[in-house]
C-alpha cells in the first residue's frame, strides 16, 4: 500500500549527510565492551557500526535508546549520542524524540524480555503508530541480565531458576506479534550471519516508519546453543529460508530443494521441488497490504526454527504518526500564526 | 423574591431600606447552587452565569461538583451535578460556603443539597419532575414541597419543564427535545433575579448550536421565558444587584485553573523559544490540559496521547533529550506509574514537567473530587534519594504563574518540577488579570555547542556543572562533537562515565540534593496586617481561598490572625524557618491526613498543628473560620 501524502518515503530523508567520510572506528566509543565472552551481541555491534558509514549521515544525528537488560548496553559502546534509559520503555523515549526531531536517524536497542515482556505494551503501540524508529530486538529466549529467568519467548517445558519444573508459559513469536501490531516494516536475521545482518540493517534504517528487526541472538551462558541448529552447515541449509521480494520462495541443499506452496486448505507448507510444479510456488510480496502473506510465513517454523523464515516479512508505505504530527503543526502555525498575547486575552474580558 | 420570613434574603445585603419592588436591591456578595441531574446541563447553566457575572465585572469563584459517572440513573443522588457560583462587589476567596440560593432541577437535586443550606435561603425548584416516582427514587414518602421541611426557607414552585416546553413549542422541536430546554429557563430565572445582562449568552447559545439553528432557537427562547417568567411573577417581587468589584485596573478574563495551566504551559514554550511536547493519558481531572494543549499546535505545541501513563512521561523525557520542553499531565495513580521515569530524569538532569492534578485516592479514589493527598508522594514517591523540585498553585489564575516558574526551575536546573494542582483548582475559576506577555520571564536557556571537558581534552563530559545553579550542560543531538551517552546508571560526576564506586555514588547523591536545594525561590509573604498575631495558620495549593476568607472573618470578629501560604514546596522558601518561629502556633490546614505539618514538624522543629479533612470538598470558610477562632483564643488542637 502506498499512501501518497507528500511525506516522505526515505527513512533518512530529514537526517543531515556527513560531511566527512566515516568508519567504523568513529562509531566506536571509548568504553569497554563488557558481554560476556561469545555472546552473541558482540557480531550485531559490529554489523552496527560497520554498515552506519555506509549510510552517510552525520555521526551527530544518530541516537540510540535502550531500555534495561544485556543489549541495552548497546547504546554505551557506540560513538553517537544515547540513552539507557529504563525498563521497557525505551520505545516511549524514542517516539518522542523522533516526533520532535525529524533530522534525527532513532534506534532502539531491545530484547526479549524488554521489549516484549515489561515493555511489550509501548512495543505494540509504536508499531501501530508508525513513529519513524527502527528498533533491534535482540532475541536470545532467556533472561540474561537477572541472571537465567524464562522469558516470554522462551521454549515451554524450560528448566531455569524461575521455571525448576519446566515453563508452562506459550511463548510469544515476535515478528507474529509485530505484525499484528500493524507494523509496517519487519524482519528477522541471524547474529551468526554478518552478511544477512547487514542487508536487513538497511533496509530497517531507509524504511520511513516503523522498523522491527527480530535478531536471533546467543547467549552462551543462559540459554547457549539455541540456535546452534542454524549455525550447523548442514542443518542451516536445510532449515534455513531467505525471503527475497518478488522471488518464489526455495531454499535447502542443492540434493533437496525444497519451497513454499499453498495447500488446499490456503495455509502454507514446505514442499520438495521434484514434488510440485514451479507454478505452485509461493512469490514472496513483502509489500501487500493485507498482512495475512506476512503472518502466514511468520507461522512457518516459529519456535521450533524448521523451518527458520528469515529475510523482510512486510514493508509497506504508510504515513508515520511523526510525519502526520509535525504536519498538523506546520499546517496550523500556517493558517494561524502564533500570537501569545491574542490568546491569552482570549475574546471574553472586561476591563476594570 | 424577597425574605419574606424575615431572615436572610437571597443576596447579603451591607444594609437598605425596603426599596420598592421594581427597584433592584444591592447585595453585596450572592452563592448559588445550581443542582440538577447529570443530565440536565448543570455545568453549562453554571459556567454561563459565570460569564454573565464575569462580564459585569463582579469577581467571583466557582465550585463545579460532578459525579464519577458521565450518565449516573436519572432522578438518582449519586446521579447529581452542581455548580456552584460565588459573586461579589468586592475581591472574594472561596466558591462560598453556604449557597443563598440553590436551583434544585429534581428532588434528588433537592435532597442532595438541602443540608447546605442556612435558614433563609431561596430555593428555586422545578416542581415538574417532583413526580411520585422521582420523590420515590430518593426515598422521600411525600413531596417535600408540601411539607414542614422548607418552611425554613423562601421557595419558589416552578413548573420549569411545562413552562419550557410552552415557550419552545413554536421551533417545532420533539416534546423530549424541547425540554432538554428548561436549564436555560432556570438561567434566565436567575438572569433576571440578579439584573445580569443577558446578550452575551444569546450569542452564546447561538454560536454553540450554530449547526442547529432550531435548537439554538429553542434555547434562546427558553432562556428568554425564564427571564419573562421572574418579571412577570408577583411572587418574584424584587430583584437584587450585586455591582461590579473594585479589582485591580487591567483587562480580565475568567480562567479555570486547568486552562490557564494550559496557557502557562503555552507560555513557557513562547518565552523559553522552545518547542513543547506534552506526553499524556487521559485522566479525570487532567484530561482538559491535554484538550486545551492539542489546540494550540499553531505555538509549536505537540500532544501526544500515549497508550498509557508511562508513555506520556517516556516520550515527553524523550521530547526533553531532543531539546523541548517536556511535559506530562495526570492526576494521583497516573503519578504513581509516571515514577520510574521521573527518577530517570532525575538521573540524566533534563528539563521534565509533570503537572499532577491531584483528586481524592488511594487508588482510583474519588476521581472527580478534590485532595491534596499527593504531597509526599511528589516529593518521595520514587526509589533511591530522587530529589526534585515542588510547587503548587493556590488559585484557579495562579496555575498561569506556577506553570511559568515550574519551567523556569526545570529549565535553569536541568530537572523534573512536580506541580500539585487539584481537582477543585483545576475546575474551578476566577477573574484573571492577563498579563502583558513582554512582561512575562524570559525563559531562554543556551544548549551547549562545544566541548567542556575540564582537562582540556577536547571532549564533551555531559555532567559538567554551572558552579552556581549546579546545572549540567545540555546538548541535544545533532550537535557536531557532542556526541554523549546517559542514563539511568550512576555516574561520575563530570565525565559522566558509569561508576559503581562506593564514594562516588555518595557524593552524587548529595550533589543532586544540593542542586535542588539550591534552587532559588522567593521568600514567603506573610499576611500580618496588625503585626500582632501570636497564631499562623499556614496552607499550600488550593486551600488558599478557605483560610484566607477565614482569617478575614477572624480578623472581623477581632482577632488577630497571620496567614501565609506556601507555593514553593521544594525547596521551601528561605524565610519559612524564621516565619514558623515568629509565632506561639502554627495551624496547617490541609486536605489530606496532615502531610505539610510533618514536614514542617521534622524540618523546623516547630510544633506545627494541623486541622485536616479529606471530604472530598473544599475547606469551607465558615468551619477554619470556627476552628482558627478557638485557637486564637486560646484552645488546644
Known sequence: ?352 | MVATNGQRPAGQAESGPDEQADTPRKANRVVIRFAGDSGDGMQLTGDRFTSEAAAFGNDLATLPNYPAEIRAPAGTLPGVSSFQLHFADYDILTPGDRPDVLVAMNPAALKANLGDLSDGATVVVNTDEFTKRNLKKVGYETSPLDSAELDRFTVHRVAMSELTKGAVAETGLTRKEAERCKNMFALGLLSWMYSRPTEDTERFLREKFAGKPQVAEANVLAFRAGWNYGETTESFAVTYEVAAASLPEGTYRQVTGNLALAYGLVGAGQRSELPVFLGSYPITPASDVLHEMAKHKNFGVTTFQAEDEIAGVGAALGASFGGSLGVTTTSGPGLALKSETIGLAVALELPLLVCDIQRGGPSTGLPTKTEQADLLQALYGRNGESPVAVLAPRSPADCFDIAMEAARIALTYRTPVLLLSDGATANGSEPWLVPDVNELPDLRVSFASEANAPDGSGEFWPYVRDPETLARDWAVPGTPGLEHRVGGLEKVDGKGSISYDPDNHDEMVRLRQRKIDGVEVPEMPVDDPSGRARVLVLGWGSSYGPIGAACRRVRHRGMEIAQAHLRYLNPMPPNLGEVLAAYDRVIVPEMNTGQLAMLLRSRYLVDARSYTKVAGLPFQAEELENVLSDVVQGSEL
Open chain 1, 1 to 352: 500500500m502506498t499512501t501518497d501524502l507528500g511525506f516522505p518515503t526515505d527513512g533518512l530523508a530529514e537526517v543531515p549527510a556527513s560531511g566527512e567520510e566515516l568508519s567504523a572506528k568513529d562509531f566506536t566509543s571509548d568504553q569497554e565492551v563488557r558481554w560476556c565472552p561469545g555472546c552473541g551481541d558482540y557480531a550485531v555491534l559490529a554489523a552496527v557500526r560497520g554498515f552506519l558509514p555506509e549510510l552517510g549521515i552525520a555521526r551527530e544525528n544518530t541516537v540510540f535508546v535502550s531500555g534495561i537488560g544485556c543489549s541495552a548496553r548497546f547504546p554505551y559502546y557506540m560513538n553517537t549520542y544515547g540513552m539507557h534509559s529504563i525498563h521497557g520503555r525505551a520505545p516511549t523515549i524514542a517516539t518522542g524524540l523522533a516526533t520532535t526531531r525529524p533530522d534525527l536517524n532513532v534506534w532502539v536497542v531491545t530484547g526479549d524480555g524488554d521489549g516484549l515482556s515489561i515493555g511489550g505494551n509501548h512495543l505494540v503501540h509504536a508499531l501501530r503508530r508508525n513513529v519513524n524508529i527502527t528498533i533491534l530486538l535482540f532475541n536470545n529466549r532467556i533472561y540474561g541480565l537477572t541472571k537465567g529467568q524464562y522469558s516470554p519467548t522462551s521454549d515451554q517445558g524450560m528448566v531455569t531458576k524461575s521455571t525448576p519444573a519446566g515453563s508452562v508459559d506459550t511463548p510469544f513469536n515476535p515478528v507474529s506479534l509485530a505484525l499484528g501490531a500493524e507494523a509496517s516494516f519487519v524482519a528477522r536475521t541471524l547474529d551468526s550471519d554478518r552478511a544477512h545482518l547487514t542487508e536487513t540493517l538497511r533496509a530497517a534504517a531507509a524504511h520511513r516508519g516503523s522498523s522491527l528487526v527480530e535478531i536471533y541472538q546467543n547467549c552462551p551462558i543462559f540459554n547457549d546453543g539455541a540456535f546452534d541448529v542454524l549455525k550447523d552447515k548442514d542443518e542451516k541449509q536445510r532449515r534455513l529460508i531467505q525471503l527475497h521480494h518478488d522471488q518464489p520462495i526455495t531454499f535447502g541443499p542443492e540434493h533437496e530443494r525444497c519451497g513454499v506452496v499453498r495447500d488446499e486448505n490456503g495455509e502454507l507448507q514446505v514442499a520438495k521441488l521434484s514434488e510440485v510444479d514451479e507454478h505452485e510456488l509461493v512469490t514472496h510480496d513483502a509489500h501487500r497490504d493485507d498482512t495475512s502473506h506476512a503472518f502466514a510465513l511468520s507461522r512457518l517454523g516459529g519456535q521450533h526454527l524448521d523451518p527458520t523464515v528469515t529475510g523482510v516479512f512486510r514493508q509497506v508505505s504508510r504515513p508515520t504518526y511523526d510525519d502526520q504530527a509535525r504536519a498538523q503543526l506546520s499546517e496550523a502555525a500556517e493558517q494561524k500564526p502564533p500570537d501569545l498575547q491574542k490568546l491569552l486575552t482570549g475574546n471574553n474580558t472586561w476591563t476594570i
